[in-house]
């Protein structure tokens, strides 16, 4: 397809403004040729505007719908319903060449015959830039990040996290980039090299501001390269937040599961104003919720569980596994599985225990989304 | 990588070793033994020495084959190869089509050589053949028999129509095998196509393209039959290729020791061209990994 | 039972994959070989499985020498990164391969591949073909498929790099469930050390072809022998400084000065320490106080990496609650120097931090 067609402004990235708001105006997406319900939609209806120079993670399991939603905004597939819209220019049938954004893959894509350099330099030559500008500007991302002294190398030969950042360098390289785009980019890194990949990815967003749209399955990864984390599950979008947002408040038990390690405990109960019954507990919340019907739980995260030698509710303790920086006792409370956080060093009696919640880390949860202290459901 | 060595598996291996040793070894120890004596019938031999090397070397009818066959074999493979990586670059890469595309394709390849020949053989002819007749109604001198120049257009026209199926489908195989996502980095990158093609569909190829070319270099060098039953290698010599020769030469003369030594010298260059090819294949694959 | 390495090196085309090692694994335990990529582990497991031959030395199993025995004589079952099934088998038909293998009688197999199929919660898919299934599935299926086997010695090689970050924490919270059901030798290789401390057992750590440490895995973290030992066992990474011992005398680059332990020689160290005992407010009077520039703080909602960088060197902290902070801050941490491990110069431990020698 040519591109002579779009705005010139999206093709060539116009003097104005370097970056774009992204509006997603409802989407959504079926594989299928003839979706009926909304159980063949890959991607269920959504609204959502990428803000310009945030940095967002998508994160969620296999299957929940991120890789197709990032496909949509760079143009790799067009959605069966709804636009996709770049500042205000609609540009859900524009091709990705057109779109003028960047992206990085799960494994890292190089052109291996090439050195380093002129795999910088790729993405400036086949737009047509001139030598010299192309020079200065390979050099400047080069030095961004960390490969000046490699650049005259064959690209082949280097390792899994070097080709990984030259992949970032191609995607940084272009000054005129509407939003770069990150497939789980560091599935394939060494945990320690994890550490100096994202804080350089990190920087990197700080120093030059490009909107950032980062696809993982990892909440590590998520949690600390995103200003704001947008949580998928089943094709739908369950939370968009900070990530103290979404490890405080969790809108849903999806959330809470799937954010910390080990998740939030969800323990079924009822819940009666400022009190929540566990079997033949009694629990203290930080407010009033009210008398909720339907699946009613409560939420509260390991580490605000408490070991006390005397007071308390009797748990049962099943398991203490040492991880280094803190202990995670697995244990048993009125037949429901609780995992708590012990400090480094602590020390744990082997089978039982009293053990207390603190009361405003309790979320209360009916059919699965968070309701709010005075009645009020959210999501 | 080194394996656990188990001396039982000797065994299993000991038929090819009969095998090889009957079919290979045996008539080359054979073929050498004539290739260094003379016979004038009767079973009686006489020690030549390396008499025979020494005359082939200074043979112009050698001489003559062998520039032909380099000739050959560089058309053929400056042919088939493109053609095959631009057949298999066209070629869709999934559904039904695709499956479609992959038995037409492998239909030429098995066609016995000897029916490829009289396929070629009767379509060419001018009196009753549809290319050959249809040329001639058209006001085109087309007779393979009679023009060397038609005989090694009919001869190159078959070997393409026989293999580039083979090239094609071995490249479809490399590119098959490259990831989505170098396409959707190439396409985010404004590469041109071409680009494609050079920077990542190419190298993606290296590996099977160099098989490819090694087993069309080998395969036209020794190429027989089909140029056998279509031009018998005529018109004059226009088409007598290395093997055609070698066959005339022991057989139609029945000069045993010159078509030995003749032999020897055509295994030793293949086996010396293949052993090039082999060798810059492994450095490849060296600087691939690391 | 036991695997025990003698003396065994592998050398390939002259690059030298494992240099001379020894090594015994005993029965009923679990074994983690540690390190990251291209460190030796594959290769290490390859050599107990009798995939590949060692350039020197020999392999007992139960003292019989078992050295070039093929991998088929042996009992050993093998679990890999990539899901690997019998894609046109059912996983019923897949658990029970093995068996059959084995020769066993109908009754018998139908009874193993059943119990094994519960323990790995496969029992509603017996039916399903592997590619039907998610990747947490398949992989319990490869897990069945070796387990069933009753083998002496199963490797599980990274079994949870390519699954999802929360099927990881599930499958790793199962797997010392399977490991205690089975009584064999387990030996899991991985690069995370997280992985390492909740699989428990005896933690081997790996590095350019060397075994650097093995021992209990609480042990061997808390106790690394050398720097690079307690680098591959920490993550985030382990923090570095120099420091000077003078008498009875600590010097830390900066000037902070505490007691020096016991027995320890003048002379220039290696200070190392892990990123959660940098602590961003004093909490014990003996911690000292080091004037560092925040470059990125990382918030994870429940804790903070703050990356700060101090006279040259990189740190991260982490801290608990959400800090956050402009790039280029000024920015105070605190260390207890009982968390302090000594390095000499060489990279060997001199002195363990008092916290770990305590622990």
Redesign the interface.
């Given at each position: 397809m040519g591109m002579a067609h779009w705005p010139r402004r999206l093709v060539l990235g116009g003097g104005l403004k370097d970056m774009a708001k992204i509006t997603l105006s409802k989407l959504a997406h079926s594989y299928l040729p003839d979706p009926k319900g909304e159980a063949d939609y890959a991607l269920k209806e959504m609204d959502h505007v990428w803000e310009d120079g945030q940095a967002y993670a998508l994160l969620g399991p296999s299957g929940c719908g991120k890789t197709t939603l990032l496909n949509i905004i760079s143009g790799l597939l067009t959605p069966s319903d709804g636009r996709v819209l770049f500042d205000d220019i609609d540009v859900t049938q524009a091709p990705t060449a057109a779109r003028n954004i960047a992206q990085v893959f799960q494994f890292p894509v190089v052109y291996d015959t090439m050195s380093v350099r002129k795999n910088l330099a790729f993405p400036l030559r086949n737009r047509g830039m001139d030598r010299a500008s192309i020079n200065t500007r390979v050099e400047a991302i080069a030095a961004i990040i960390e490969m000046t002294d490699v650049l005259e190398r064959k690209a082949q030969a280097l390792s899994a996290d070097a080709k990984q950042k030259i992949s970032l360098g191609r995607a940084l390289v272009r000054e005129d980039v509407n939003a770069i785009l990150f497939d789980e980019p560091l599935t394939v890194i060494d945990p320690a090299m994890k550490w100096a990949l994202r804080t350089q990815l990190k920087s990197i967003h700080a120093a030059l501001g490009h909107t950032m749209i980062y696809v993982t399955h990892d909440q590590t990864e998520a949690l600390t390269f995103a200003d704001q984390v947008v949580v998928m599950y089943e094709g739908r979008v369950v939370q968009i937040g900070t990530p103290q947002a979404l490890f405080e408040t969790p809108a849903h038990t999806f959330v809470g599961y799937f954010i910390g390690s080990p998740g939030m405990n969800v323990l079924d109960a009822r819940v009666e104003g400022t009190f929540a019954y566990v079997g033949d507990e009694k629990i203290a919340l930080g407010a009033d919720y009210g008398r909720p019907g339907g699946k009613v739980q409560i939420g509260i995260r390991p580490e605000f569980v408490s070991l006390h030698g005397k007071t308390g509710m009797a748990a049962k303790i099943h398991r203490v596994e040492d991880v280094g920086r803190h202990k995670i006792v697995r244990a048993e409370l009125c037949g429901q599985a609780v995992n708590m956080i012990a400090p480094e060093g602590a020390e744990i009696a082997a089978d039982a225990a009293r053990i207390q919640f603190k009361p405003d880390a309790i979320s209360v949860f009916v059919e699965d989304w968070r309701l709010e202290p005075g009645g009020g459901k959210q999501g | 990588?080194?394996?656990?060595?188990?001396q039982k598996a000797w065994f299993l291996v000991l038929p090819v070793f009969l095998l090889v040793a009957f079919s290979a070894v045996i008539p080359l120890m054979t073929v050498v033994n004539y290739s260094l004596q003379d016979t004038f019938g009767n079973n009686k031999f006489f020690w030549a020495g390396l008499e025979w090397y020494t005359e082939l070397l200074h043979s112009e009818r050698l001489w003559s084959a062998f520039g032909r066959q380099i000739i050959f074999s560089a058309i053929i493979l400056a042919i088939e190869v493109p053609l095959g990586v631009f057949v298999a670059l066209n070629m869709p890469k999934k559904g039904v089509w695709a499956s479609l595309c992959l038995v037409l394709m492998a239909l030429p390849l098995l066609i016995p050589w000897n029916v490829v020949g009289t396929i070629w053989q009767i379509f060419g002819r001018v009196d009753i053949g549809l290319l050959g007749h249809t040329l001639a109604a058209l006001g085109i001198d087309y007779n393979y028999t009679r023009d060397p120049l038609a005989a090694w257009i009919t001869i190159i026209t078959m070997d393409v129509w026989h293999w580039t199926s083979l090239v094609a489908l071995l490249s479809y195989a490399g590119l098959q095998s490259i990831?989505e996502?170098?396409y959707?980095?190439a396409?985010?990158?404004?590469?041109?196509r071409w680009?494609v093609f050079w920077?990542?569909e190419l190298?993606?190829m290296q590996g099977v393209l160099m098989i490819a070319i090694l087993i069309r270099f080998m395969d036209s060098f020794m190429i027989y039959t089909e140029p056998f039953v279509v031009t018998g290698g005529g018109p004059g010599n226009a088409t007598t290729f290395l093997s055609i020769d070698l066959v005339k030469m022991a057989l139609g003369q029945f000069d045993l020791g010159p078509a030995a030594a003749f032999s020897l010298m055509y295994f030793l260059v293949v086996m010396l061209v293949s052993w090039v090819f082999y060798t810059v294949m492994t450095n490849l694959d060296k600087?691939?990994g690391? | 039972m036991t695997l025990a390495l003698r003396d065994i090196s592998k050398t390939v085309a002259g690059q030298t994959h494992i240099h001379t090692t020894n090594l015994t694994l005993q029965k009923g335990t679990m074994n983690v070989l540690l390190g990251a990529t291209l460190s030796g582990k594959t290769s290490l497991m390859r050599l107990m499985a009798g995939l590949d031959k060692p350039t020197t030395g020999k392999i007992f199993w139960n003292d019989a020498d078992v050295t070039g025995m093929r991998v088929q004589d042996r009992q050993v079952a093998m679990v890999y990164q990539q899901f690997i099934n019998y894609p046109a088998m059912s996983i019923y038909d897949n658990i029970a391969s093995p068996l059959r293998l084995q020769g066993k009688s109908k009754a018998e197999i139908d009874v193993a591949v059943r119990k094994t199929a519960a323990l790995m919660k496969l029992t509603p898919h017996l039916s399903a073909k592997p590619l039907a299934l998610s990747g947490g599935q398949q992989q319990r299926c490869a897990l069945a498929r070796a387990l069933v086997k009753d083998a002496g010695l199963v490797l599980l090689d990274e079994p949870l790099a390519n699954l999802d970050y929360k099927l990881r924490e599930e499958l790793r919270e199962e797997i010392p469930k399977y490991f205690e059901a089975s009584g064999a030798i387990f030996v899991y290789a991985t690069t995370e050390p997280e992985e390492a401390l909740l699989l428990g057992g005896n933690t081997v750590t790996l590095y350019e072809g060397r075994i650097t440490q093995f021992g209990k895995t609480p042990e061997v973290y808390r106790h690394p022998c050398d720097r690079i030992t307690a680098q591959v066992f920490s993550n985030p990474p382990m923090n570095f400084m120099a420091v000077q011992k003078a008498g009875s005398n600590l010097t830390f680059e900066g000037g902070q000065n505490a007691p020096a332990p016991a027995g320890l020689a003048d002379g220039q160290y290696t200070a190392g320490f892990r990123p959660h005992h940098l602590e961003i407010h004093r909490r014990h009077k003996t911690a000292l106080e080091f004037n560092g520039r925040l470059l990125v703080s990382e918030i994870t909602g429940s804790e903070t990496y703050l990356h700060v960088e101090h006279k040259g060197e990189r740190w991260i902290v982490q801290a608990g609650g959400v800090h956050d902070g402009r790039s280029g801050d000024a920015l105070s941490v605190f260390l207890d120097p009982a968390h302090v491990y000594l390095f000499d110069g060489d990279g060997a431990l001199a002195t363990p931090a008092g916290f770990g020698r305590g622990a």
């Open positions: - | 990588m080194e394996k656990t060595l188990n990831p996502a170098y959707q980095a396409k985010i990158d404004q590469a041109s680009s920077f990542i190298p993606k600087k691939a690391y | -």
